[in-house]
Nanobody
Framework: QVQLVESGGGSVQAGGSLRLSCAAS??????????MGWFRQAPGKEREGVAT???????TYADSVKGRFTISKVNAENTLYLQMNSLNPEDSAMYYC????????????????WGQGTQVTVSS
């Protein structure tokens, strides 16, 4: 059974840092061969894309996190990461990772795999 398990969330003060992890298990999911991304959803708000990373390592970021967040993956660990620096209260949300073997499907109803999320709370 394929699973994406997020971890690393928590409560921090504004200006602090967190590193989120998304461990992929199940023989069909390899971070080296999948398009992967981090998404977040705050209470009362729509789910939004935070960062994505292609199979070749190309990355994209939401304007709101550029220069503060870094998405990366370690193929040998089969794990996706999100380094979050200079956090502010607007970053508070449930963070989810997603994976799909095809481009253009992350963040859509067609996304093949997603995790249960990890909560990030930033206090001012």
């Amino acid at each position: 059974q394929v699973q994406l398990v997020e971890s690393g969330g928590g409560s921090v003060q504004a200006g602090g840092s967190l590193r989120l992890s998304c461990a992929a298990s199940g023989f069909t999911v390899s971070v080296s061969r999948y398009y992967m991304g981090w998404f977040r959803q705050a209470p009362g708000k729509e789910r939004e894309g935070v960062a994505t990373i292609d199979r070749d390592g190309s990355t994209t970021y939401a304007d709101s996190v550029k220069g503060r967040f870094t998405i990366s993956k370690v193929n040998a660990e089969n794990t996706l990461y999100l380094q979050m620096n200079s956090l502010n209260p607007e970053d508070s949300a449930m963070y989810y990772c997603e994976a799909d073997p095809f481009p253009g499907r992350l963040g859509t109803v067609a996304t093949k795999y997603w995790g249960q999320g990890t909560q990030v709370t930033v206090s001012s």
